[in-house]
C-alpha cells in the first residue's frame, strides 16, 4: 500500500500523518480523534467498546475523514502489537501513537481496593509500555516517529485517595522522559498532562466516598477537546521541534 503524503521519516508541519489512538471511544481520545481527523490525519482507532468505535470512524468518515478502527485492550502485548501492526496494513507506515487509554478508580488505600491497583497498573503502566513496545522499532526502521503520552496533572502531584493513579502518572512521565533522552534525533517524545477534563474516567469509581468527592472537584472541568487541541499542536511542529512536556488546566481552577 502507499504511504501517501507526508511518507519521508521527518514529516514536515502540515504534512497528512498515520496516528494510532488508544481509549479512542470517549473523553479525550474520542475528542483527539475528531480533532486530528479534521486536520487531515489518517486515523487508526483502538479500545475496547468497538460499537463506539465503529460510530466514531463512521461519523469521521461522513464528514471527509480517513479512521479505521479495531479492538484494542492495551493490556494485553499481543493485542496492541496487533493494533500497530493493523496502522501499517492499513496506511502502510505508524507516524504517531497516542497512548491515551487509561482508568482511574480512585480510593483511599486503607480501602484496600487491591484489584483495582492492579488495573491501573496494568492500564496505567503497561498499557503505555506495550504501545512503546511495539511502536517503537517501526518508528526507528523508518527513521523517525512521534509518541505521545498522556499522563495527568496528578505525574506531579499526589492527593488524598489518589496515591495508585497519582503512582502510574508519575510512572508515565518518568517512561517519557527516558524515552526522549534515549531518541535524540529521531523519535518525538510528548507528555500531556490534563487537568480536571470532561471524561468518563470517574464513571467506574467503586469507593462511594471517592465518587462523591470527584464530583465536587470536577466541577470546573475542561472541555476533552481542549487537550485535543494540545495533542495536535505538539503533533503539527516540524520535525525538528520536540514539545516535551504540557500541562492543561482549567482556568478557573487552581488544581
Known sequence: MGTGAGSGPGNTAGAA?????????????????????ADGHRLVLGARRTGRLD??????????????????????????RAFIAFARERYGRLDVLVNN??????????????????????????GVLHGIAAALPMMRARGGGHIVNI?????????????????TKFAVRAISEGL????????????????????ELADGMGDPAAREAMKA????????????????????QPAEVDVNEIVVRPAASAQ
Open 101 to 126: 487509554a487509561g482508568v482511574m478508580p480512585l480510593a483511599p488505600l486503607e480501602a484496600l481496593r487491591t484489584d483495582e491497583w492492579d488495573r491501573m497498573i496494568d492500564v496505567n503502566v503497561r
Open 217 to 236: 472537584y470536577r466541577a470546573v472541568a475542561l472541555p476533552a477537546s481542549a487537550i485535543a487541541g494540545a495533542i495536535a499542536y505538539a503533533v503539527a
Open 55 to 80: 460510530a466514531l470512524a463512521q461519523e469521521i468518515t461522513a464528514a471527509g475523514g480517513t479512521a479505521v478502527h479495531r479492538g484494542l485492550d492495551v493490556t494485553d502485548a499481543d493485542d496492541v
Open 180 to 199: 526522549r533522552q534515549e531518541s535524540a534525533g529521531d523519535i518525538r517524545v510528548t507528555l500531556v498532562s490534563p487537568g480536571v477534563t470532561e471524561s
Open 151 to 167: 499522563a495527568s496533572v496528578g505525574a506531579y502531584e499526589v492527593s488524598p485517595t489518589a496515591a495508585v493513579y497519582c503512582a
Open 17 to 37: 500523518k498515520v496516528v494510532a489512538i488508544t481509549g479512542a471511544s470517549s473523553g479525550i481520545g474520542e475528542a483527539t480523534a475528531r480533532r486530528l481527523a
